[in-house]
Structures are given as structure tokens and as C-alpha cells.
């Protein structure tokens, strides 16, 4: 995996708003895999910003989201789908019909959804970059501790740990949904690059299972480790745990001089 830990969560979006660019100056019909939460929040900034100052366009591009909750509609200020309307979308000139969340629509059959979700995501032609959070839990997507590591799509349990974590997004007499649909480890890892974005103390943990911890379901974070193409940003207290954190820093200086003389490379 390719560990880079910055000074501050601001430089944790840059560097991702950089990468996010770069993939589509290269590929502007690029399938993005996208996800929601705080840590994303900045990252979204960087990249609307980038779309209004310099015309960083997502013209072409499509959009999976990881997770969306069970038993929200989509026009509820709390789904996923809002989110990322009001935090993205809205913003930048993708065309909304091919942005795709797994959302489950009233009295529809959920199970369904799943299959559906993944098909679409063949169709499209897999996804060129998942771009995704870390759960303090060591969750990615809502793949709580124990999920199978060769699970697709499919309806999940929030953990107690997770429902608290999120409870402060909603009032106390607001209902907070604790099923979710969400992308199965298996699909995640079947992206072609991996970027994983986690800032704070609060994620210091789970980086550490993650990057040095066995891989386990425990830990779903941790299969990462057999993925080709891992680039993890982390600010330094999401870093503090971490044992071999000066190797990493080495690995990120030697990295930047071979992009400067050969114009690569990744280090995973
Ligand atoms: C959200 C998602 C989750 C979050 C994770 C971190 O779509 O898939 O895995 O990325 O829970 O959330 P924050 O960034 O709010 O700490």
C-alpha cells in the first residue's frame, strides 16, 4: 500500500483533489467510486473548486456511491443521495443520470437491489477509482467487523459503534436508520485504484489494523492489503499509531524523485 501521511486534513484533500484531476485530465469518462461522510467533505470542496477555477469537468464521467441507508427516500435531507447532491453534485457539471447510489426505493424488494447495483457497475465498465473513508471501527462502506471479504452489494446491520459515531448527523427525533445497502468488499476491491482518505485521532486505530494489523474481517479495512493499487492519505494524528510511519515518509520522498526523473510510479 502506498502510505502518504501529511501535516493537516487539508493537505489530505488536496493531495486526493490532485489525484481525483489527474485521473480524469487522463480519462474525463472516468467511473468514480465515491463515498459520504465528514472526512470526504473537504476532498468535495477541493474538487468543485477545482471545477469552478481552473475547468476540472466531470462532463463524462459516472459515479457509483459505496452505501446508501435503507428506509430513507432519496429527497430526505439525511439519504446519501442528498448528501451528495447538496455536497457535489449541485456544484460541478456532471450529468446526475449517470451518477448511481444503492438505494432501495419505497416498497421496492431491497434484495434486489444488490445484483442490480452490480451489473450496473459491469456495465459502466468497473470502477477506475474508489475513493472512500475509513469507520473507526475499521468499516469500509458500511462492511461492518465480520463481513465476508468476498461480499458484493447487499443489505447490512450498522454496528452499535457506527450508530453512534453517525448520531450526531442526526436530532434526537429524527429517525436514524440502522440498515444500509452497500457495495460488498469483493466489489470494492475489484476497483482498479484504491484511495483512502482518513484524518483524526478518532481513525488512529483502525489505520493501524489496516496498514500492519493481520488481515482479518475484523478489520474489513485490512483486506486493502491485497489490493495492487492502494494509495492511503492520512493526516498525523490519523498516522500516529502507525510503527512503520518513517518508512512510509522515506517511501513518499524516494516516490517523488522517480516522478521527477521518470515520471511514475506508485509504491504499493
Ligand atoms: C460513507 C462510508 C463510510 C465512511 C466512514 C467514515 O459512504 O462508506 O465507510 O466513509 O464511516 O466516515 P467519516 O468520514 O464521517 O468519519
Redesign the pocket.
Given at each position: 500500500m502506498e502510505i502518504i501521511i501529511l501535516k493537516n486534513a487539508e493537505s489530505v484533500a488536496a493531495t486526493g483533489g490532485e489525484l481525483v484531476a489527474e485521473l480524469l485530465r487522463v480519462r474525463p469518462d472516468a467511473v468514480l467510486g465515491l463515498?459520504?461522510?465528514?472526512?470526504?467533505l473537504s476532498l468535495y470542496r477541493r474538487l468543485v473548486k477545482q471545477h469552478l477555477e481552473s475547468g476540472l469537468s466531470f462532463k463524462h464521467a459516472t459515479s457509483f456511491?459505496?452505501?446508501e441507508y435503507l428506509g430513507v427516500a432519496a429527497d430526505n435531507p439525511q439519504s446519501?443521495r442528498s448528501y451528495m447532491n447538496r455536497e457535489f453534485f449541485d456544484h460541478i457539471d456532471i450529468n446526475k443520470n449517470n451518477t448511481f447510489l444503492p438505494a432501495c426505493e419505497d416498497g421496492k424488494n431491497p434484495i434486489l437491489v444488490g445484483p442490480r447495483y452490480e451489473q450496473a457497475i459491469l456495465d459502466a465498465g468497473g470502477i477506475d477509482l474508489q475513493i472512500?473513508?475509513?469507520?473507526?471501527n475499521g468499516?469500509?462502506?458500511?462492511n461492518e467487523p465480520s463481513s465476508s471479504l468476498s461480499s458484493r452489494t447487499r443489505v447490512k446491520t450498522l454496528t452499535k459503534q457506527?450508530l453512534k459515531?453517525?448520531s450526531r448527523l442526526f436530532s434526537e427525533d429524527e429517525f436514524q436508520p440502522t440498515l444500509a445497502i452497500?457495495m460488498g468488499i469483493a466489489t470494492i476491491m475489484d476497483a482498479g485504484r484504491i484511495l483512502l482518505l482518513a484524518t483524526g485521532e478518532n481513525?488512529a486505530a483502525a489505520v493501524s489494523k489496516m496498514v500492519e494489523g493481520p488481515l482479518s474481517a475484523m478489520c474489513p479495512a485490512s483486506i486493502l492489503q491485497l489490493h495492487e493499487r492502494v494509495t492511503v492519505l492520512l493526516d498525523e494524528p490519523a498516522a500516529a499509531g502507525l510503527r512503520n510511519k518513517d518508512y512510509y515518509n522515506w517511501t513518499y520522498l524516494q516516490n517523488e524523485s522517480l516522478k521527477d526523473r521518470f515520471g511514475i510510479i506508485h509504491d504499493g
Open positions: 463515498a459520504t461522510g465528514s472526512t470526504q456511491n459505496l452505501d446519501y472512500m473513508g475509513l469507520g473507526a468499516h469500509i462502506g458500511f457506527t459515531d453517525n452497500t481513525k
